[in-house]
C-alpha cells in the first residue's frame, strides 16, 4: 500500500501511543471471579475446549431446571475439559450438588453475558449508557432479539425499535457526552437490522423484501426525523448485503426521507468487494443529494461465511487472513475520506493500528476531529476507546440491549472472537506483528475433494437473476411446443399426445406431449437390447467422459432447465435450481462410480491362481419415475444405470415429462447412442406397466409412492415367457417424516428447519416433514412461532422469486390434500391455516392448484393424518412427556425415509444416532435437501428397497459382480504375482 515515509511515521507514533493505552487497560474485564479469565485463557488455546464451551454458553439460557443445568454441565465437560470443569461435571452426577452448581454456572455465565449486553430492557440499559457518557462516550443501540420468523415477530420488533427511540430521546440529555465534538450529530442513535423487520429474507427477490422492510421502516424513520435521532442499517451475512443496501437506498431516496441526513449504514472490509461497495454508496449520496453516514467494520461473521461458502461450494466472500482484513480496512479507509462530503466516516475497529491510520489520513484529507467517529463494542476495548475519546475524537460504543436467551447469538460472537488466535482486537497487534503474522490453519488446508458438488445459483448477485429471468422469458416463448417419443433413431409425433399445464394458471398449455402406445414398448425394449452389447463393452472411462460431458452441458443450460420445471412443475426458484444441481451431481458422481466399477479387482494371493472380481451391467433399464423432482430423480436412476454400462429406457412422469425431454438431449448431445437412452412417455398404469412385465427389461428403477412401487416389486418378480433375466428392481418410495423439537432446542433454528422442511414446494417432498414433536417444556412456545410463522409463508407464483410455497402440481392432488385438510377438521385440532384469500383458490379444474399450509394439533396417533402420505403442505404435530416418548411417537410409522432431532443435549442426539431409524437421519438442520455424495438419501421399511441414491452403492444395483479364477500353474511352474 503506497504511505508515504512521513504518514507512516505519524501512523505508527499514535499506533504506538494507542497501543499503550489499550495496553494499560485489560482487554476485556470480566468480572466477578478470576475463573472467567481463566476460561477465556482455556479456551482460547484449547479448540476443543472452545467448542465446547460456546455451545454450553448457548444452550445454557433455555435449561429450565437445576436437573437440566447439572445434565449439561455432565454432559458437555465430562471429558476432556481443564480441571475444574471436570470437576464440576463429577458434582453435576451427584443429585446434592445440582441446585448449587447450576445456580453458580449460570450466574457465571449471565455475568459474563453482562459485560457485553447493557441491560435486558432500553429503560433498564440507561445507567450503562449514562456512566458511558460521563466518559465522554456515546452510544448506538442495538436491539438483541429472536430471528425473526413471522410478520407477528418483525412488527414486535418494529414496535421495540420504536420504544428503544423514545426512551432515549427521553433520557437524551443524561445520555449525552459534553464536548463541541458532539454538537452537529444526533446523540439518539440506533443501529438495526433488516433482518429484524422482514421475516422472509430471499435473497432472490430484494424487490419483495425492500418493500416489506420499508413498511416497516417508514414509522421508524419518521420518529426518527422527528426526534432528530440517528437509524444506522446494520449488514450482516453475505448473502443478505444486497438487500440491505437495496432498501437502505429505495427508502432513503423516498421523498420524505430524502433530505434526512441522520442515516447511516455498514461496510464490511471482510468482503473482497468492500471498495465497489462504497463506491456503490458514494454514488447514492451523490445522486440523492444529502449525505449520510458509513460505519466502516471488519466484520463480524467470518467463521459463518466462510463454512456457508464451503457447504455451497461458493467463493469465499471474505478475505481469509487477518492482514488481508486489515489492509482492506486501510484501503477502505482511504475511499471512505475520498467520498467526503457526500459520505460522512465512523471507523469501527479495536485495531489500534486501524484506528491511528484513520486518525491521520482523516487529518491529511483535510479532515477535522469532528468530522469523523470511532466506534467500538461495548464491554470491549475500554482502554483504546478512552485514549481515542481523550484525544477529542467522538467515540461511540455499539451498545446492544436485551435479553440474554435471544442475545447468545451475540455473545457466543463476542466470545469467539476474544477466544481466537485470530481476533480482529488484540492488544500489542503492531504493523510489524501484523505483517510477520502467518496465515491462518495453514498446513490444515483441507485437501481438494475429487468430486465436488455443483454450486446452488447465487441468487444474490443482481447478474444471475438476470440469467434466471431472461431463461423464464425464453421459456414462456416455448410454450406450447409438441414433443415427440424418441424410440431408436426415431422420434414419433404421429401419437395421441397429451397437455402439460402450469399448476399456477392452468389455462396455460406448457407443451404437448406425444404418449406412448403399447407397440412402442416393445420397439423400444428391442432398440435397447441391440444398443446394449456396444454400451456394455465401452471402457469405463469412455461412458464416465460422456456423462461429464453431459454434466457440462447441463451446466451450461442451467438457467433453462430450472424455468422449464418453474413452469411444468411449480417448482419455485430456489427449488428449481437445487434440481438441476442435484441432478449435476448425478451425473458427475455417477460417471466416477462406473469407472471405478468397472475396473476389475485382484482377489487373494495364493500361488498358482490369479482370481479376478469385476462388475458387468445387466441389460435394459426401465426408469420410471416421480414428477417431484422432475430432473433430478430421473436423472439420477438414468444416469446410475447408464455409468453402469446398461441402457435406459425413460419414463417420466405424467406431470413432468418436457423437463426429462431436455434430459434426453442432453444425454444424446453428450455422446450416448440413440438405443442407449430412450424417451417413452406415456401413463403408469399402462406404458409403466408394460415395461415393468416386458421380458427384455432387466432392471426396473423406480421412484414414487408405496402403493405403485410394492405393486411393481410383485409384478417384477412373475417371469414371463422369452425372459432370460431375474429382474432386478431398485424401488425408493414415500415416507411419513417426523422432526422432534427437543426441549433445549434453539427454537430460531428448529422452527425455521420445520418450515422449510414441511412447507418448501408445498410439502411434495418424499422427505417433507409432515409429523412435529415437540418435548415438554418446549412445545408452547415453539408452538406460538411456527403459528405466526406459517401465517406468514409467502405463496403464490413459482417464477415470482418471493414466493416460498407454490401451487401444487395437479388438481387431482390439491383435491385429495384437501380431503385430507376437511377430515382433519373434524379429527385434530386446526392450529394455524395461512390466508391465500389473495389468491384464485377455487376448486374449479381450470383454477390455480392452490393449497393453504396448515397445521394441526390434537392428532390421534392413529388417525390418516398422522399415518398417511399426505404429499402436500399439512403437518400434524404432537406433544411428548420426554425426548423418549417423543421418539416412540416418531418412530410409529410404517415408512422410514427421514427424520430429525433439534436438540442441544448430546445424550439425546447419541440416542436419536441409534434408536432414530430412519434412512436420513438429520440433526439441526431441516430434514430435506439431500446432497450427492455427502448425504446419499432413501429409506428403510415401506419407504425404500434401493441402496442409497448418490451414495457408493447406488450404480452397483444395476450391475452384477463375475469372478474369472485362472490357473496359473504350468508344469508346476507359476510367476510369482499370480499372474
Ligand atoms: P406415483 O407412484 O404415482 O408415480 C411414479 C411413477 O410411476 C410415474 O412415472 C407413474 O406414471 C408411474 N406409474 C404409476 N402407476 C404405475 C404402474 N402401475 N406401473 C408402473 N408405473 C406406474 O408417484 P408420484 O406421484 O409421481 O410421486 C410422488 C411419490 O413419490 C410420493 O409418494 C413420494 O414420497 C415418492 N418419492 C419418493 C422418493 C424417494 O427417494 N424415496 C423421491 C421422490 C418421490
Not at 185 to 210: D, G
Not at 461 to 478: F, T, V
Not at 765 to 789: F, H, M, P, Q, T
Request: hydrophobic residues 40%.
Amino acid at each position: 500500500m503506497a504511505v508515504d515515509a512521513s504518514l507512516d511515521a505519524r501512523i505508527r507514533e499514535w499506533e504506538e501511543r494507542l497501543a499503550a493505552s489499550a495496553n494499560s487497560h485489560p482487554p476485556f474485564t470480566l468480572t466477578p471471579a478470576w475463573w472467567q479469565e481463566r476460561l477465556l485463557h482455556w479456551a482460547t488455546n484449547d479448540p476443543d475446549f472452545r467448542v465446547k464451551l460456546l455451545r454450553f454458553v448457548d444452550v445454557l439460557p433455555t435449561l429450565r431446571s437445576a436437573r437440566s443445568i447439572a445434565d449439561h454441565v455432565r454432559q458437555y465437560f465430562r471429558d476432556s475439559a481443564p480441571g475444574i470443569f471436570h470437576t464440576a461435571s463429577g458434582l453435576a452426577s451427584q443429585p446434592v450438588f445440582r441446585p448449587v452448581l447450576s445456580r453458580v454456572v449460570r450466574r457465571g455465565v449471565f455475568s459474563m453475558a453482562q459485560r457485553f449486553i447493557a441491560g435486558e430492557s432500553p429503560e433498564a440499559a440507561v445507567s450503562a449508557l449514562r456512566e458511558l457518557a460521563r466518559d465522554g462516550v456515546a452510544c448506538t443501540v442495538d436491539l438483541l432479539g429472536e430471528e425473526t420468523l413471522s410478520d407477528v415477530e418483525a412488527d414486535a420488533y418494529l414496535g421495540r425499535y420504536t420504544e428503544l427511540l423514545e426512551t432515549l430521546s427521553a433520557n437524551a440529555e443524561a445520555i449525552s457526552p459534553l464536548g463541541e465534538q458532539w454538537s452537529s450529530v444526533p446523540v439518539v442513535n440506533i443501529s438495526i437490522k433488516l433482518s429484524a423487520l422482514c421475516a422472509h429474507l430471499e435473497p432472490a427477490a430484494p424487490e419483495y423484501v425492500s418493500a416489506t422492510a420499508r413498511e416497516r421502516l417508514r414509522p421508524l424513520l419518521r420518529l426518527a426525523m422527528r426526534q432528530g435521532a440517528f437509524i444506522n442499517f446494520d449488514v450482516e451475512q453475505y448473502r443478505h448485503k444486497e438487500l440491505v443496501q437495496r432498501t437502505f437506498a429505495e427508502v432513503i431516496t423516498e421523498a420524505e426521507f430524502t433530505d434526512f441526513p441522520h442515516v447511516g449504514i455498514v461496510v464490511q472490509a471482510y468482503l473482497r468487494d468492500a471498495l465497489e461497495d462504497l463506491g456503490r454508496l458514494k454514488n447514492l449520496a451523490q445522486q440523492r443529494g444529502a449525505p449520510f453516514s458509513v460505519r466502516l467494520v471488519k466484520g463480524a461473521y467470518w467463521d459463518e461465511e466462510r463454512i456457508v461458502a464451503a457447504q455451497n461450494s461458493w467463493p469465499v466472500p471474505v478475505l481469509e487472513r487477518k492482514e488481508e482484513t486489515d489492509a482492506s480496512f486501510e484501503r477502505c479507509t482511504e475511499a471512505l475520506l475520498a467520498a467526503w462530503p457526500h459520505l460522512r466516516p465512523a471507523f469501527g475497529s479495536h485495531n489500534p493500528r486501524s484506528v491511528a491510520q484513520a486518525m491521520v489520513k482523516a487529518r491529511n484529507a483535510g479532515r477535522q476531529i469532528p468530522d469523523i467517529e470511532f466506534q467500538m463494542l461495548y464491554g470491549m476495548a475500554e482502554g483504546l476507546r478512552n485514549a481515542v475519546a481523550a484525544a477529542g475524537y467522538r467515540t461511540r460504543v455499539y451498545v446492544p440491549v436485551g435479553r440474554v436467551i435471544p442475545g447468545m447469538a451475540y455473545l457466543v460472537r463476542r466470545l469467539l472472537e476474544n477466544t481466537s488466535n485470530q481476533a480482529w482486537f488484540n492488544v500489542g497487534v503492531t504493523i510489524s506483528s501484523i505483517a510477520e503474522a502467518s496465515p491462518p490453519n495453514e498446513g490444515r488446508r483441507r485437501q481438494e475433494p475429487a468430486f465436488r458438488n455443483a454450486p446452488p445459483a447465487q441468487f444474490f448477485e443482481p447478474d444471475i437473476r438476470e440469467k434466471m429471468s431472461a431463461s423464464l422469458a425464453r421459456a414462456r416463448r416455448g410454450f406450447g411446443t409438441t414433443y415427440p417419443l424418441l424410440v431408436g433413431d426415431r422420434r414419433l409425433s404421429d401419437r395421441a399426445s397429451s397437455e402439460v399445464r402450469y399448476p399456477a394458471e392452468p389455462a396455460t398449455i406448457v407443451g404437448h406431449v406425444a404418449q406412448a402406445a403399447p407397440g412402442d414398448v416393445d420397439a423400444a425394449v428391442t432398440a435397447a437390447r441391440e444398443a446394449f452389447w456396444h454400451w456394455r463393452d465401452l471402457p469405463g472411462y469412455e461412458r464416465a467422459d460422456i456423462l461429464n460431458r453431459a454434466a457440462r452441458l447441463m451446466e451450461h443450460a442451467r438457467f433453462d432447465l430450472a424455468a422449464t420445471m418453474v413452469f411444468e412443475s411449480a417448482k419455485p426458484w430456489y427449488e428449481a435450481d437445487g434440481d438441476v444441481c442435484e441432478a449435476i451431481d448425478y451425473l458427475r458422481y455417477y460417471a466416477a462410480e462406473g469407472e471405478r466399477l468397472s475396473e476389475p479387482q485382484p482377489l487373494g494371493d495364493t500361488p498358482g491362481e490369479h482370481n479376478e472380481y469385476f462388475h458387468e451391467s445387466r441389460g435394459v433399464t426401465a426408469v420410471i419415475a416421480p414428477w417431484n423432482f422432475p430432473l433430478a430423480i430421473i436423472t439420477g436412476m438414468s444416469v446410475g444405470a447408464l455409468a453402469g454400462g446398461n441402457t435406459a429406457i425413460l419414463k417420466p412422469a405424467a406431470q413432468s415429462p418436457i423437463i426429462a425431454y431436455r434430459l434426453l438431449e442432453i444425454l444424446r448431445d453428450a455422446g450416448v447412442p440413440h438405443g442407449a437412452v430412450q424417451y417413452l412417455p406415456g401413463p403408469g398404469s399402462e406404458i409403466g406397466r408394460a415395461l415393468v412385465q416386458h421380458p427384455g427389461v432387466d432392471n426396473i428403477a423406480f421412484t414414487g409412492s408405496s402403493a405403485v412401487g410394492l405393486g411393481i416389486i410383485e409384478s417384477a418378480a412373475r417371469t414371463s415367457p422369452g425372459q432370460r433375466n431375474v429382474k432386478r428392481v431398485v424401488a425408493e418410495m414415500g415416507g411419513k417424516n417426523a422432526i422432534i423439537i427437543d426441549d433445549d432446542a434453539d427454537l430460531d433454528q428448529a422452527v425455521s428447519g420445520v418450515l422449510v422442511s414441511a412447507f418448501g414446494y408445498a410439502g411434495q417432498k418424499c422427505s417433507a416433514c409432515s409429523r412435529l414433536i415437540i418435548v415438554g417444556s418446549a412445545y408452547e412456545e415453539a408452538l406460538e412461532r411456527l403459528k405466526n410463522a406459517v401465517a406468514s409463508l409467502v405463496v403464490g407464483l413459482p417464477d415470482d422469486p418471493a414466493t416460498f410455497v407454490p401451487p401444487v402440481i395437479s388438481a387431482e392432488a390439491r383435491d385429495k390434500i384437501c380431503g385430507y385438510v376437511e377430515s382433519g377438521r373434524m379429527q385434530a385440532t386446526m392450529l394455524v391455516q395461512a390466508d391465500i384469500s389473495h389468491l384464485n383458490t377455487s376448486r374449479a379444474r381450470d383454477a390455480a392448484y392452490y393449497v393453504a399450509p396448515t397445521v394441526f394439533t390434537d392428532v390421534p396417533l392413529d388417525s390418516p393424518l398422522a399415518q398417511e402420505e399426505i404429499f402436500g403442505p399439512v403437518l400434524s404435530v404432537f406433544r411428548a412427556v420426554d425426548f423418549e416418548e417423543a421418539l416412540e411417537i416418531a418412530l410409529d410409522s410404517r415408512f422410514a425415509l427421514t427424520g430429525g432431532v433439534f436438540s442441544r443435549n448430546p445424550r439425546h442426539i447419541d440416542l436419536a444416532r441409534v434408536a432414530f431409524r430412519t434412512g436420513n437421519l438429520y440433526i439441526n438442520r431441516k430434514i430435506t435437501g439431500a446432497i450427492v455424495g455427502r448425504q446419499p438419501f432413501g429409506g428403510l421399511a415401506m419407504s425404500g428397497a434401493g441402496e442409497k441414491a448418490g451414495g457408493p452403492d447406488y450404480v452397483r444395483q444395476f450391475m452384477q459382480a463375475r469372478v474369472v479364477s485362472e490357473n496359473t500353474m504350468r508344469r508346476g511352474f507359476a510367476p510369482e504375482d499370480g499372474a
